[in-house]
């Protein structure tokens, strides 16, 4: 028994305080990172740097002095960091394979920081989802959907897919194809819809809005209309244009074709 408490207290006396101070090292080593990622993100706000940009970077920050933290604690603990770094490389290309795909995602998040496709704000379409871009981080960016769902993309298969970003560019162009009677008059079509989209109050006057006959199809004769708005402004544009030009059309007197149900009497 006494041999036991000789052998707990000489351990306690010679590991103790590398881990105690290990201990301390991490601590305050974490309460440092958090100050200087602090530091650097207000730095780059300061001289004005994107918010992606500056997030993506202090996340970059953090990760690398986190790595750098934990060798020294792991030196500290009497571990010699030349062999541990050994020891990492010799299992570098099976931490390689095993993290593949975290790997893609940084490089992804990488390519997307220099390439710039999207920012935070924009509403984009991507891999499948639309939303407006709330965060670029190392491996992934989220975005929210317009009923207000998160979803996390992975920055690999983001970077390597169809990016569509609508809001790019300050204008965007409202398409809309409304379908008319056969009986109709095309002047008058034409003036009606005319008339709607010039009095919509997200119009563009410049390029001006334009209206066409597009097909002859098999029940309507369908015009197209085109209508240049702000890119913010292009939702509410394209529903009160449908809504307005049904009005109008049915003030008109132009009739909308649709699909009529045929009752067949049966003589008894």
């Known amino acids: 028994m006494e041999d ?12 103790g305080p590398k881990v105690v101070s290990a201990l301390v090292i991490l601590i305050v080593g974490l309460w440092i990172i958090s100050v200087l990622t602090r530091a650097v993100s207000k730095i780059m706000e300061k001289r004005n740097l994107d918010a992606s940009l500056r997030g993506f970077l202090s996340n970059l920050v953090g990760w690398a002095l986190k790595i750098f933290l934990f060798i020294t604690v792991i030196g500290q603990l009497g571990v010699e960091t030349t062999s541990f770094a050994a020891v990492i490389a010799a299992a570098g290309l099976a931490i390689g394979m095993a993290l593949q795909g975290s790997l893609s995602n940084f490089a992804g998040g990488a390519l997307i920081m220099i390439f710039r496709p999207f920012k935070l704000g924009d509403y984009i379409e991507a891999q499948g989802v639309q939303g407006v871009v709330k965060n670029i981080e190392i491996f992934t960016t989220k975005i929210n959907t317009v009923d207000n769902k998160e979803i996390i993309l992975p920055n690999g298969a983001l970077s390597n897919g169809n990016i569509t970003n609508y809001s790019s560019e300050d204008t965007r162009r409202v398409d809309l194809t409304f379908g008319v009677s056969y009986d109709a008059d095309i002047k008058e079509t034409r003036d009606v819809l005319s008339s709607v989209i010039n009095n919509t109050p997200y119009t563009l006057k410049d390029p001006a809005p334009v209206v ?22 292009y939702w509410d544009a394209h529903f009160h244009i449908i809504e307005n030009t049904k009005i109008a059309l049915d003030k008109a007197g132009i009739e909308i074709p649709y699909p009529h149900a045929v009752e067949i009497q049966k003589e008894g």
């Open 4 to 15: 036991k408490i000789v052998l707990v207290k000489n351990f306690l006396l010679t590991y």
């Open 212 to 233: 066409y006959v597009g097909e002859l199809a098999d029940s309507s004769v369908n015009f197209i209309t085109r209508t240049w708005v702000k890119s913010a402004d």
